[in-house]
């Protein structure tokens, strides 16, 4: 992702828009084909930032909307698990509370499901989330190349032998395709070294397996520069060290209380398939936990 700011008097209201807009962190604040109502709309979403990808490929076959993935006359048991897809016991699966704040993703996974009954996932640990029965909630997981989703109603808090939900059946399924090279939000720390051999510390926020953003001092480098970096990876049980080629592609200033920190956008070079494979990985995991960019 290459994100360049858009002067707001180059949207023009009242007209489809030919690309998606996100804002400064990377997140999807219009969608492509969007009627823009007015000027207004427009400057009210101008603190939080107006962004092009301008490395975006054309998405006329994409869709930021969830569309619908069955029919009517396809009865629930047909639906889930959606067609030719077999979830796995234990997959990472997002919750969300929409009633409450739609913004706050919880990490659970899946422990199976009752046909035409109800859908078993753990309830989560690893940040407050106390639902209540018959409250509704919205479940998502990425399998194969699409995100799916769907709401359900909880049915049934349980406490014994472990905390876990029985949530309604679903009556239908939304399915959203990946991009092809989907993003995610990440907090890891990476060490890179320029041409010179010289060393900095820097964090990286954002992650693709061809490319990634970086958060650093200013000195790191200028557009051009290329970059050895090197981060440790971990999955599981398995951890590695990953040594990876990057070109930096475009530098902004850092929106954090740093003033001498800026924002790198790099392209990763000539990718090992074994590193590859771990990036991908790494992505789909965060993906997976709701942190998709």
């Not at 009865?75 to 889930?80: A, T």
Request: net charge negative; hydrophobic share 40%.
């Amino acid at each position: 992702m290459n994100l360049q700011p858009i002067p707001i008097e180059h949207i023009l209201p009242g007209k489809p828009l030919p690309w998606q807009i996100y804002d400064r962190n990377g997140y999807i604040v219009f969608s492509q084909g969007e009627i823009i109502s007015s000027l207004k709309q427009l400057e009210e979403r101008e603190d939080a930032g107006l962004y092009e990808d301008i490395d975006a490929p054309s998405q006329a076959n994409e869709t930021s909307d969830w569309s619908d993935f069955a029919f009517n006359k396809i009865s629930p048991s047909d639906i889930f698990p959606p067609h030719g897809i077999k979830p796995q016991i234990g997959e990472f699966v997002q919750l969300v509370l929409p009633n409450r704040n739609p913004q706050n993703f919880y990490s659970a996974r899946l422990i199976g499901c009752v046909k035409n009954l109800s859908i078993l996932v753990t309830r989560p640990v690893d940040a407050p989330f106390i639902p209540a029965e018959g409250e509704t909630v919205e479940v998502r997981m990425v399998t194969g190349s699409n995100i799916y989703t769907f709401q359900t109603t909880i049915q049934r808090l349980c406490i014994s032998p472990s905390q876990y939900l029985h949530l309604d059946y679903p009556p239908v399924v939304n399915a959203q395709k990946l991009r092809k090279s989907p993003w995610a939000r990440v907090n890891l720390n990476v060490i890179t070294t320029d041409a010179d051999g010289n060393r900095e510390f820097a964090r990286l926020i954002n992650l693709s397996s061809d490319g990634g953003q970086l958060r650093a001092p200013a000195k790191l480098g200028k557009t051009g520069d290329t970059l050895q970096l090197s981060l440790h990876a971990v999955m599981e049980n398995l951890n590695c060290t990953l040594n990876i080629s990057a070109s930096i592609m475009h530098v902004r200033t850092s929106h954090t209380i740093d003033a001498d920190m800026q924002e790198f956008g790099v392209s990763f070079n000539h990718v090992a398939p074994t590193d590859s494979l771990w990036l991908k990985a790494l992505v789909y995991r965060h993906i997976a936990e709701g942190e998709m960019a």
